[in-house]
């Protein structure tokens, strides 16, 4: 039986070549070769993995990049796990750099939470550990059984910062809204630099009032006093003696900038840019607040449907992500949108857990609101 004297194999779990990219990279920085498999799909859109090496006793790291197609992406990953637990392997380490359903960490109106509902599946599957990079929400390392390490990609974007954005000491790091203002203090921060916020931007996607929690309670028609009804004009309460308090309506401000950005470089961040919508809004407020220049910084560049379009049709000067996520496609679209390269601290992250050290080095400088 060849085994390799590292002890460790590196397997990719796509069947997309443009989503083996990172794997390979990852590959050749540790120096190892990436494990044989084969994964496609049958011409029933059924997922089949087959194995080509053995790899009992070893600890293995499955790297899976969640292209477009995020279902897909998901059975490979767990039917690569599972054809690996199945072959006796001792460890089974995915390597995610993208967690996908992400944002359906908590629960919405009559809804799931589908992360929890991944985590158990991944568990089940017969992954060990997992490495990831900038979940949607820390809290989500809660959801599984198992230990999970949460890398950051910003000392890559900061990076990029210094050394690729002209007279970035003019900039000011700005927050799309107050919920992502933690993370960009920590940029500001970081880089020496001011902060701005906006605020009150576009309607929220999810209205309250369609939630059946908020709904009038059920008063039946009776011919007595069963202390349920009260006179008309009057609220009436779910219970003999309960007035409930009403609930007043949130309303979104009108659109402002806490913050100074006139003749300055705005640099919004934020961990996933996807619908762009909310991106090309800023980008306009901030142009008309006097902002000359405008980058976005994202971990994680989904860029779905027409994302490429409207960012070129819009003021945003360039989007810089991480390639977390393949977009090449959309690069070819949109030559405002630039890429840094990961694959170093997830090498690293493999090395060292393979090794038994301590991550503690990859999370140096690093805070809890990054």
């Known amino acids: 039986m060849n085994v390799p004297k590292s002890g460790y194999r590196v397997f990719s779990a796509n069947s997309s070549a443009a989503c083996t990219e990172l794997a390979k990279k990852i590959t050749e920085r540790l120096g190892v070769e990436l494990g044989k498999s084969v994964v496609f799909q ?19 790291f499955i790297i899976q990049t969640i292209p477009r ?80 390490d949460n890398l950051r990609a910003s000392p890559f974007l900061i990076q990029y910062i210094q050394e690729e954005i002209p007279d970035y000491r003019n900039a000011i790091i700005v927050a799309k809204s107050p919920a992502a203002a933690k993370r960009a203090q920590s940029y500001a921060e970081r880089l ?55 609930m007043m309506a949130k309303e979104k401000p009108p659109i402002t900038v806490v913050g100074d950005v006139g003749g300055r470089i705005a640099i919004i961040v934020d ?31 989904l860029l779905s449907a027409d994302a490429p379009r409207l960012i070129e049709e819009s003021a945003i000067d360039e989007v810089v992500v991480t390639n977390t996520v393949p977009h090449e496609v959309q690069k070819l679209q949109c030559p405002k949108i630039k890429t840094v390269d990961v694959s170093m601290i997830l090498a690293e992250a493999i090395r060292r857990i393979h090794n038994g050290e301590s991550m503690a080095y990859l999370f140096r400088n690093i805070t809890v609101d990054d």
């Open 192 to 246: 020496r630099l001011g902060l701005a916020v906006i605020h009150g931007e576009a309607q929220c996607s999810e209205s309250d009032m369609a939630d059946g929690r908020h709904s009038p309670p059920c008063v039946r028609n009776t011919t007595g006093n069963t202390g349920l009804e009260l006179p008309s004009g009057k609220q009436q309460a779910p219970f003999p003696g309960i007035e409930l308090p009403i």
């Open 69 to 148: 197609d995020v279902n897909t992406a998901i059975m490979e990953l767990l039917i690569m796990a599972y054809a690996l637990k199945t072959s006796c392997a001792k460890n089974i380490i995915g390597v995610i750099p993208y967690f996908p359903y992400s944002k359906q960490c908590k629960m919405r109106k009559r809804g799931s939470i589908v992360s929890k509902l991944l985590a158990s599946m991944l568990a089940k599957a017969g992954l060990t550990h997992i490495i990831t990079m900038d979940l949607h929400q820390k809290e989500i390392q809660g959801f599984f059984s198992f230990p999970v």
């Open 271 to 301: 961990d996933i840019i996807d619908d762009v919508g909310d991106f090309v809004a800023a980008a306009e407020i901030l142009k008309e607040r006097g902002a000359y220049k405008i980058y976005i910084m994202a971990t994680h560049g």
């Open 42 to 60: 049958e011409s029933n859109s059924e997922t089949r993995v087959d194995v080509k090496e053995s790899v009992r006793g070893q600890t293995i």
